[in-house]
């Protein structure tokens, strides 16, 4: 039985909603639900809803699932960014921005990071209406750092290891994956759900705390980066590069030459 959930968005105190929780549970499913509900209604369609108010959409933009395009050269992660940087390229204020799981097909701090960063960009420089979810609980902190948004989880019910996935969108952040238990439910062996549990145990221990803080001095999107060339190697190296003509080097003499600068750049 489909479990219906009520959705708020709008361009002021709601423009973003962190939704969090387990694999399996619903995150995409409530997403994409919002989505198809927005292009039925720009169309004039019956929406399934018991009452709905929704403004025009000048676009919808998703980001959701993983896939690569190998073939072209294209990982997953940078078929990921690809649709991540048209996102943010194209979309205005009157777009509806649905992004599933941003940062996940790379290590955790680079992916984490450039969640952040991306929600952080969709938030400030955009301000459409966005649905973000994600398993880096760390970004709820950002409910109280940025204007706009908002935690939402989706509800679970645990007893002892069996986990009941109840469909329900609950305000508030989700402080765990539940990954493990959704992989015994998959069918993975006991004895690598029982090492998988030692394993989190330990890392749990270990943990390095992550503390995310307002960035007061945010750079601007045109920064650019200015070199010191002072020194006397930074002169050489540019003694080195006007010295240099591209049009008749040979291979080997191009290999040298790069070889010499970045053993002089190594010397600043």
């Given at each position: ?135 880096y609980h760390e970004l709820t902190a950002m409910e109280g750092l940025l204007d706009g948004v908002n935690n939402y989880s989706i509800a679970v019910k ?111």
């Amino acid at each position: 039985m489909f479990v219906p959930n009520d959705a708020m968005l709008d361009t002021l105190d709601n423009r973003c909603s962190i939704i969090t929780g387990p694999n399996m549970a619903g995150k995409s499913t409530y997403m994409r639900q919002i989505a198809l509900i927005t292009i039925l209604a720009q169309i004039g369609s019956f929406v399934p809803a018991k009452s709905a108010r929704i403004s025009v959409a000048d676009a919808v933009f998703t980001r959701v699932g993983a896939s690569d395009d190998l073939a072209t050269g294209q990982s997953t992660f940078m078929v990921e960014m690809n649709e991540v940087s048209a996102i943010i390229k194209n979309a205005t204020k009157n777009s509806l921005i649905i992004l599933d799981e941003i940062g996940r097909g790379t290590s955790t701090f680079d992916g984490m990071s450039i969640a952040r960063a991306v929600l952080e960009y969709v938030v400030k420089k955009i301000g459409a209406k966005t649905l973000f979810a994600t398993h880096y609980h760390e970004l709820t902190a950002m409910e109280g750092l940025l204007d706009g948004v908002n935690n939402y989880s989706i509800a679970v019910k645990k007893k002892g290891d069996d986990i009941t996935f109840l469909r329900r969108i609950v305000r508030g952040g989700a402080d765990q994956s539940f990954g493990i238990e959704v992989a015994k439910l998959a069918g993975i062996p006991n004895s690598v759900i029982k090492r998988a549990k030692v394993i989190l145990k330990e890392l749990e221990a270990n943990k390095i705390e992550i503390e995310f803080k307002a960035e007061d001095n945010e750079p601007e999107e045109n920064d650019d980066i200015q070199y010191n060339f002072s020194t006397n190697s930074a002169s050489d190296i540019l003694e080195l590069i006007k010295a240099t003509d591209i049009n008749t080097l040979t291979p080997i003499e191009a290999m040298q030459t790069l070889y010499d600068l970045k053993k002089k750049v190594e010397e600043l």
